[in-house]
């Protein structure tokens, strides 16, 4: 610890300034809020000679399941959108290389696909509101080891796709057998994929940012 802040607190606690007093002075001259409480932290183990135990947030069975649901969701829905944009796009963008498909084979495997889409993404938006909320009920969550890891797995999933699907282009294209219809399809899963991994490299962008603040 800093000696200078050492001696202060030793004399601030000689004179009986609470505690509180002690963190909004040395707040109001700039110190960072966890600066301030690692220095008391410091100070009563230097004076008690017992440390402080470390801090150790470790998420529930609970937090798991919900997340792994999310997660299993997510798949489920955006796996289906892009499913059911593809089919479109074989409707929409001839290709007379390509074997025209049956009409009523297309429907079918479209409402496959909402099926999905109908059950997925409600089940999806219901249980990330939950976590959300739980989130901001309980800002200590934002450190939980299964959220943090469970989302980076998320991203890896993502990003994976979304540089797969850059490498297939890139291929296609130096082979000199891209087509309409193959272009928007890797428009399709580079949006549905580089969505995903924007949103939570951002939610955990936030989470380090609100846990910075407090």
């Known amino acids: 610890m800093n ?12 004179q ?27 100070h009563y183990e230097s004076q008690s000679g017992v440390v402080v135990p470390p801090y150790k947030p470790s998420g529930s069975a609970k937090d798991a399941f919900l997340y792994l649901l999310s997660f299993s969701m997510l798949g489920t829905w955006t796996i289906a959108l892009a499913s059911i944009l593809f089919d479109l796009i074989d409707r929409w963008i001839t290709d007379p290389l390509s074997p025209s498909r049956n009409v009523y084979d297309l429907g079918y495997q479209v409402a496959d696909s909402m ?17 959300l909320s739980e989130l901001k009920a309980h800002p200590e969550k934002l450190d939980s080891p299964v959220r943090k890891w469970l989302t980076y797995l998320a991203l890896l999933v993502a990003a994976g ?13 130096l082979r000199g057998d891209l087509s309409t219809r193959f272009v928007w399809k890797i428009v399709v899963v580079l949006v549905i994929a580089g969505g995903v991994f924007w949103y939570y490299f951002g939610s955990l962008q936030r989470g380090a940012q609100n846990k910075g603040r407090e």
């Open 3 to 14: 000696k200078g802040l050492e001696e202060f607190l030793d004399a601030a606690k000689r």
């Open 115 to 131: 099926a999905c889409v109908i059950v997925g993404l409600p089940v999806y938006l219901l249980t990330m509101r939950y976590i």
């Open 16 to 42: 009986g300034v609470s505690e509180e007093s002690v963190v909004a002075l040395l707040r109001g001259r700039g110190w960072p809020k966890e600066d301030v409480y690692r220095a008391l932290a410091d």
């Open 161 to 173: 796709v979304a540089v797969g699907d850059v490498i297939t282009f890139l291929a296609y294209f």
